[in-house]
């Protein structure tokens, strides 16, 4: 008797995105700052409208929605939801901050954080969030803000438009806003150290050195998913909004011209890299198995 043959069918592959805009943060997390901006409503909604037509599950998440429960609870479902072969593309477009670091090894580090409507978002937050996805997972995150160690103590570029604003909470307010919640931003590293496994020195090199930093995170050391992060702008520098986009997504639309961009991710970052003033020039990273992610063309679930 001859014998069935078997069938087997490879699972298809699904993708979730999350896509946060904020045009204001709450006066009462801030210290009274309210940090207007104009565009970064329409840079989620146009980041959404991509992944909609890509044919991913999306949450949007505007200004007073983008809370940190429900940033952290969004990114959650995914990493509980999502597997080997899946994709999550993240979206970010708001202010950047900074806090002082309490869990590395130097005393005058700062953490970067998005700037949240009712609260900062640490960075070590979402290297810990994002490093809970599984093994296989492919992340690609684009970040139109301001969020890197050296920036504020950089010189204040000139703006190129009376229009444009650069998406980076006031060193001044920063302060002010870290000594009003200090026990709050202090308790949240020290509970992503101790989640990690220990002590989370020097979060803030790890997407640009992760192949050869000597100072990894335990954080960095589990990290299994692969990651692509395009960011706003370099560290001297500050990320611009706009009327209608921020010069980031702005170009990042034009690049990816209503799907008929080809080539892959490194090329999409250097051609958007080009469209952009010397002033602002977004940054590539990677972090943890992202080799063959790269080669891939954006948004490709």
């Not at 309490?102 to 998005?114: I, P, Q, R």
Request: hydrophobic content about 40%; some cysteine; glycine content about 8%.
């Amino acid at each position: 008797m001859a014998s069935k043959a078997t069938v087997t069918t490879q699972k298809k592959a699904q993708a979730h995105s999350l896509h946060i805009g904020l045009n204001e943060v709450s006066a009462a997390a801030y210290a009274g700052w309210t940090g207007p901006l104009a565009a970064c409503e329409f840079d989620a909604h146009d980041m959404a409208a991509i992944a909609g037509l890509q044919g991913m599950k999306s949450t949007l998440l505007l200004t007073k929605k983008g809370t940190r429960a429900n940033v952290l609870s969004a990114i959650r479902r995914s990493a509980k939801a999502l597997a080997p072969g899946d994709l999550f593309f993240l979206s970010y477009s708001g202010h950047g901050g900074q806090v002082p670091d309490v869990s590395g090894e130097e005393a005058d580090k700062l953490d970067e954080t998005w700037c949240l409507f009712d609260g900062q978002l640490i960075d070590d937050e979402l290297y810990f969030e994002l490093s809970r996805f599984k093994a296989g997972v492919r992340i690609l995150v684009l970040s139109d803000s301001c969020h890197s160690g050296s920036v504020v103590r950089a010189a204040r570029p000139a703006p190129g438009t009376p229009e444009q604003r650069p998406k980076i909470m006031p060193p001044a307010v920063g302060m002010r806003v870290y000594t009003a919640h200090k026990a709050f931003y202090d308790k949240l590293q020290q509970e992503v150290a101790k989640a990690a496994g220990g002590t989370v020195s020097d979060p803030d090199t790890a997407l640009a050195q992760v192949a050869v930093s000597g100072r990894l995170t335990a954080i960095v050391k589990q990290f299994q998913p692969s990651v692509v992060l395009v960011s706003g702008c370099q560290d001297n520098q500050f990320s611009m909004d706009g009327n209608h986009n921020g010069a980031f997504t702005e170009q990042v639309l034009q690049v990816w011209n209503n799907g008929g961009f080809k080539g892959n991710h490194a090329v999409f970052h250097a051609k958007v890299r080009a469209g952009l003033p010397p002033t602002q020039s977004p940054n590539l990273f990677t972090l943890g198995p992202a080799a063959a992610f790269l080669k891939q063309t954006p948004f490709t679930i």
